[in-house]
């Protein structure tokens, strides 16, 4: 399949970390790490009532990872498909952030929960609603044995 999609950034991550070695490998182990979204004038309009949700899910560019299809992922020793980890080196290079919504002033969006290098591309805002995003589950593949590893992990050499 040659058919390409064109995505335009609506906005970019302003954030403490400039290297992706030494990061939170997941928002909510960055409780403590706060960022800023910057939202671009053309796109302020959509802006409207966002500040009536505590999180919001950002979508983003992983703008300096690595395309791969088999990694090792941060919580774990072994090689998994891609699409079977939340590792930042995969196609497309698309990254998922649920963030706290701290303030809004103007066209800059405060948040907590910040896993994000700075200068990361913003592709989309979509409101975090638990009714509609929260799912129970009893499966979670090989997470199940790695999730007691997530406090204090930080991101290391392994996506380059």
């Known amino acids: 399949m040659n058919e390409s999609i064109v995505l335009q950034p609506i906005g970019r991550v302003h954030s403490p970390f400039k290297h992706a070695v030494g990061m939170p ?19 302020a309009a959509g802006l409207r009532d966002v500040q009536e949700f505590q999180y919001l899910i950002l979508l983003t560019h992983l703008h300096e990872a690595t395309e791969k299809l088999e990694v090792v992922p941060f919580m774990d020793t072994s090689s998994h498909g891609v699409f079977a980890t939340r590792a930042p080196a995969r196609p497309n290079r698309i990254g998922l952030s649920i963030v706290e919504l701290l303030g809004m002033d103007g066209c800059w969006l405060h948040f907590r929960g910040n896993d994000m290098l700075n200068g990361t591309p913003v ?14 589950t009893e499966r979670i593949g090989w997470f199940a044995r790695g999730l007691d590893q997530l406090p204090g992990r930080l991101s290391d050499e392994r996506m380059r």
Do not use: M, S
């Not at 490998?25 to 796109?43: D, L, N, R, S, W």
């Not at 592709?123 to 129970?136: A, G, M």
């Open 25 to 43: 490998i997941q928002t909510v182990a960055a409780q403590q790490h706060e960022g800023k979204i910057e939202v671009f004038a053309p796109f």
């Open 123 to 136: 592709l989309d805002i979509k409101p975090y609603v638990p009714q509609l995003d929260v799912r129970e």
